[in-house]
T-cell receptor, first 111, second 113 residues
């Protein structure tokens, strides 16, 4: 049973490109949503929360579509340093408040 | 401020030995989680503590694994009679409450020989 699904990639893009990832979730009672990035052999680090109205942080934009049950992450003007694995996290309601991580989407930004 | 602290950073031990991993969460965080991650794999949920409630142990892979959280703060994850398949990075995270983002420690890299 896959509650949070992501395209594993890798997404291979040139510097300066715009790239978008989606993450679908199965439980309509989901209550909180986040994007994390994880560098090779490092711990996940919070990138941004995802709000119902959508939110932006510099080159990063996150959106939530509750009707279709997915969240998205858009990265504009990609940098080499954006190369990482991007994990979406969904916390389901209904009694079990354990955040569920997707398997991650690998992004490689090349010169 | 201080983040989540885990110790040891690395642990190498022989098959069959017991190991104890420690996690010191961010002060004031009521929720604490343990995960493990094998090379190239996603995060595998192990156990979750929230305040004084009974922990959710639904992710523990076998009865060789146990965890406790003393005084609502420090947590220890114990693996008894380690097996080679236990080799992984064990990550601890804490959050202010269940709907807030988690903050991860650097992890403990466990290698079973």
């Amino acid at each position: 049973r896959k509650e949070v699904e992501q395209d594993p990639g890798p997404f291979n893009v040139p510097e300066g490109a715009t790239v978008a990832f989606n993450c679908t979730y199965s439980n309509s009672a989901s209550q909180s949503f986040f994007w994390y990035r994880q560098d090779c052999r490092k711990e996940p680090k919070l990138l941004m929360s995802v709000y119902s109205s959508g939110n932006e942080d510099g080159r990063f934009t996150a959106q939530l579509n509750r009707a279709s049950q997915y969240i998205s992450l858009l990265i504009r003007d990609s940098k080499l340093s954006d190369s990482a694995t991007y994990l979406c996290v969904v916390t389901f309601g209904g009694g079990s408040y354990i955040p569920t991580f997707g398997r991650g989407t690998s992004l490689i930004v090349h010169p | 401020g201080a983040g989540v602290s885990q110790s040891p950073s690395n642990k190498v031990t022989e098959k069959g030995k017991d190991v104890e991993l420690r996690c010191d969460p961010i002060s004031g965080h009521t929720a604490l989680y343990w995960y493990r991650q094998s090379l190239g794999q996603g995060l595998e949920f192990l156990i979750y503590f929230q305040g004084n409630s009974a922990p959710d142990k639904s992710g523990l892979p076998s009865d060789r694994f146990s965890a406790e959280r003393t005084g609502g703060s420090v947590s220890t994850l114990t693996i008894q009679r380690t097996q080679q398949e236990d080799s992984a990075v064990y990550l601890c995270a804490s959050s202010a409450d269940t709907l807030q983002p988690q903050h991860f420690g650097d992890g403990t890299r466990l290698s079973i020989l």
